[in-house]
């Protein structure tokens, strides 16, 4: 059986036993066949606001939340909509916030890919630095005790609007709606205490719960707290066509389209498997290795403990180089070690989730990466076993496991959550 993986830009075959393997994939939704129209029907016709032309002056400010390039958000066909109904207000008025969270500054280049060169050439555009003092403000706390920081921009417009993509999320629920505004548009500090061991520990930190989970009811109390006039989530299907669009009321809309995502996304399974193979969704969501950990995470759901994943990401960007993962990992030599460093009091820094989901993930398993841009060493140093030849390491653990042993494909990745019914 020939299962197409997505990975970069071109994606990669695999041949697995077809009496075995079963293929996990997210319910198939259509595109939809005007998005255009589509999004200007959602713009005026909001749930729980006015359309959105109505709600704005045109001597006010505006400022427009975005994804940034680790997403597969379809910003250049939602932006122009978002904007055409603001033809009213002059581009000066008008800033787009690239909501990076702790990510690195996506180039013009990039920009330019994700959102349009003509909103790029009209529009002032603004990478948010979670790191740079001058451009955060201080707005209080929510009721756990988090500081609130944000972008200054964000806060000083009139009128503010988040546009994102809703996908399940590892530890958040779900992405889009008000993780558009923190982490996304949040300072570091803010970021930290939403990410610690505690929470990052949580049992309800997980995919696709919302309610009680408790990063999400945090970041819920900051979009709340600080102000989101209008809200655009959008869901989209493997061919990154947008099949939902729900403007208006932030937590209105978002459940809406976390309902749609939660039907796609979501898929029952009877019990664990030996061997599972991911990907983590293909370009620009396998950029690097700490972005894949989300496709590991995914595998982690349904892999028997002591069985294998077998993940697959390109990593054009690397490891990467920015941000503490890389020297977090090198801080301890077992996945044991990483998570009692990490759970120690007073333990804070930037990228210890994401060690501390991976740790988990290989205390459950083995993890064996195949990567077109890391070195065996590189995937060493992370704790994982380095692939050279994706279809002889998977034909070698299919041995490992003998005729008996249960096989499974997430061919998206993250964009396909299996979960245990039995």
């Known amino acids: 059986m020939l299962v197409d993986l997505a990975y970069g830009r071109t994606g990669l075959t695999v041949d697995l036993p077809d009496d075995r393997a079963a293929v996990v994939e997210p319910a198939h939704a259509p595109g939809l066949p005007d998005e255009r129209g589509a999004l200007t029907t959602a713009l005026r016709n909001p749930i729980d606001a006015p359309p959105l032309r109505r709600m704005v002056r045109p001597r006010q400010t505006v400022a427009v939340s975005v994804c940034d390039i680790t997403r597969p958000m379809p ?106 505004v923190a982490p996304g548009l949040a300072g570091f500090d803010t970021t930290m205490r939403l990410h610690d061991a505690g929470m990052i520990g949580h049992p309800n930190a997980v995919w696709g719960v919302t309610e009680g989970n408790p990063i999400h009811d945090a970041i819920r109390s900051i979009a709340a ?17 947008i099949t939902s669009v729900y403007a208006g009321e932030i937590f209105a809309v978002h459940g809406a389209a976390c309902q749609d995502a939660r039907r796609a996304s979501m898929r029952p399974v009877p019990e664990p498997f030996d061997l599972v193979i991911t990907t983590n969704s293909g370009y620009p969501l396998d950029m690097n290795l700490y972005q894949s950990v989300k496709g590991m995470s995914a595998a982690a759901q349904v892999v028997r403990k002591g069985g294998a994943i077998v993940c697959a990401a390109e990593c054009s960007d690397g490891v990467p180089d920015h941000g503490e993962y890389r020297n977090l990992l090198a801080m301890r030599d077992t996945p044991s070690e990483l998570l009692e460093m990490i759970m120690a009091p007073g333990f804070s820094r930037h990228d210890q989730w994401q060690v501390q989901i991976q740790a988990q993930i290989l205390l459950r398993a083995r993890v064996l990466m195949k990567s077109s841009y890391l070195t065996a060493e590189q995937v060493r140093a992370a704790h994982l076993e380095p692939v050279d030849d994706l279809q002889a390491a998977i034909d070698e653990q299919v041995k490992r496991i003998g005729p008996g042993g249960s096989i499974c494909a997430i061919p998206q990745g993250p964009q396909t959550i299996p979960y245990v019914t039995g």
């Open 75 to 180: 910003s250049s066909t939602v932006l122009p909509a978002v904007l055409r109904e603001l033809a009213h207000v002059p581009n000066e008025n008008i800033v787009i916030l690239i909501a990076a969270g702790t990510h690195r500054a996506n180039t013009p280049e990039e920009l330019d890919d994700m959102l349009g060169p003509d909103v790029t050439a009209s529009y002032r555009v603004i990478n948010h630095d979670a790191f740079a003092a001058e451009d955060l403000e201080y707005c209080g706390e929510t009721p756990d005790g988090i500081p609130i920081w944000l972008n200054r921009h964000w806060l000083a417009a009139d009128f503010r609007i988040t546009t994102g993509f809703v996908e399940p999320h590892f530890f958040a629920g779900f992405s889009g709606g008000p993780k558009m």
């Open 225 to 241: 707290a600080t102000g989101v006039d209008f809200s655009v989530d959008v869901t989209i299907n493997r061919s990154r066509q």
